[in-house]
């Protein structure tokens, strides 16, 4: 009787690159829409444009690497870099910093290191620190306020367009700084008591943005429940921003307390959609826990002492710098082997 020569695995998975991108696309629907319910429609708008750029970028560089179009962009990578982008990116953007973001990320974090699975740094984060550093201006003073912070009813579809794409101004009530960056330069100033009560936060805790996060927070449950990705990054990096917050910043009057530093800015967008890239993070089960906790002591150290509110970007940009190396580190022992040993070799004689 002939035997089989087949090679493992000789199961087949349900799962495809497609799927999984596309699964992770939908899981960011909760935070989009609390968003737009939020702070109007420029976030959709947005992530609109951002997708369709990163597709048209990505079809422009496959072109003219003489690459099948229908094969890799069917993979929904470009995709999700567009929406994840759109989201992080202020709702009212001037349409050409979107452009210049998604197609940046496109043709250079990710194509030009060959493309999907070989680029070393997240794309989105490539992108969106390309823009902060490039256009401060347009990176800053393009927040909108939501509902509860302004008082006033959203901007309607056709004056956000013209906002975005005639360059039109906000209109004053409409646009403002957000929650991180509202605290971290008036307590310096104030109290804790009498920042909160600045048109910033209007009673609210975070400004709205506390649902934005409980949101994503939602998106990324699902993923885990559907094993898109594991606990170890997520869980390692908000409790690792959460135990510098209550070690260095307990005093609520000197420092931005814990609730703003999860329930606020892209923390939760960060820990579940971003960090997690496949490609750019860590990949061992050790490996994962230090990456994580990487991004959350960075996370905080660039939001209390550094230029920028919000550090999601710096922080993941400079774990995927380690990645190669924590992961060089942290191999499990192969099943039946003893641990390996590390160092150097002894010397021979």
């Given at each position: ?9 000789h ?9 999984l ?13 609390v ?23 990505e ?8 690459r099948?179009l ?27 910093v979107?452009?210049?973001?998604v197609?940046?990320?496109?043709v ?8 999907i ?11 969106y ?9 347009q990176?800053t ?7 509860q912070?302004?008082?006033?009813p ?33 307590i310096?100033?104030g ?9 910033t ?16 927070l939602?998106?990324?449950l699902f ?14 990096m ?15 009057d ?19 959609f971003?960090?997690?890239?496949p490609?750019s ?29 919000d ?16 992961d ?14 590390r ?7």
């Amino acid at each position: 009787m002939a035997l089989l020569t087949l090679s493992s695995p000789h199961t087949h998975g349900s799962n495809s690159t497609p799927r999984l991108m596309l699964t992770v696309t939908l899981a960011t629907l909760p935070g989009l829409l609390v968003l737009t319910g939020l702070f109007g429609w420029g976030t959709l708008i947005n992530v609109v444009l951002a997708a369709l750029t990163a597709i048209a970028s990505e079809a422009l560089i496959l072109k003219l690497r003489k690459r099948p179009l229908g094969f890799f962009l069917r993979d929904n990578t470009a995709l999700l870099t567009g929406v994840l982008l759109g989201l992080a990116l202020p709702p009212f953007t001037p349409f050409w910093v979107t452009i210049v973001a998604v197609s940046f990320a496109i043709v250079f974090a990710k194509q030009l290191y060959g493309g999907i699975g070989n680029n070393p740094f997240n794309p989105a984060m490539v992108g969106y620190a390309l823009v902060l550093v490039s256009f401060p201006v347009q990176m800053t003073t393009t927040w909108a306020l939501s509902v509860q912070m302004s008082g006033q009813p959203l901007l309607s579809f056709a004056d956000t367009l013209q906002v975005i794409f005639a360059g039109i101004p906000v209109a004053d009530g409409y646009s403002g700084a957000t929650p991180l960056d509202a605290y971290k330069h008036l307590i310096g100033t104030g109290t804790a008591d009498s920042v909160r009560a600045t048109a910033t936060f209007n009673g609210w805790l975070n400004g709205g943005w506390e649902w934005v996060n409980l949101a994503f927070l939602a998106g990324g449950l699902f993923l885990l429940w559907r094993r898109i990705i594991s606990w170890h990054i997520p869980v390692s990096m908000l409790l690792a921003l959460s135990l510098c917050s209550l070690l260095f910043g307990w005093d609520e009057d000197m420092y931005t307390p814990l609730s703003l530093h999860l329930l606020s800015g892209a923390t939760m967008l960060g820990a579940f959609f971003i960090a997690t890239d496949p490609v750019s993070a860590s990949t061992t089960p050790r490996g994962k826990l230090i990456y994580g906790a990487g991004i959350g002591i960075l996370l905080y150290v660039i939001r209390t002492w550094g230029a920028y509110p919000d550090a999601v970007a710096f922080a993941v940009l400079l774990m995927n710098f380690a990645a190669p190396f924590i992961d060089a580190y942290t191999q499990p022992r192969s099943y039946g082997h003893a641990k390996a040993k590390r160092g150097l070799p002894p010397k021979t004689r």
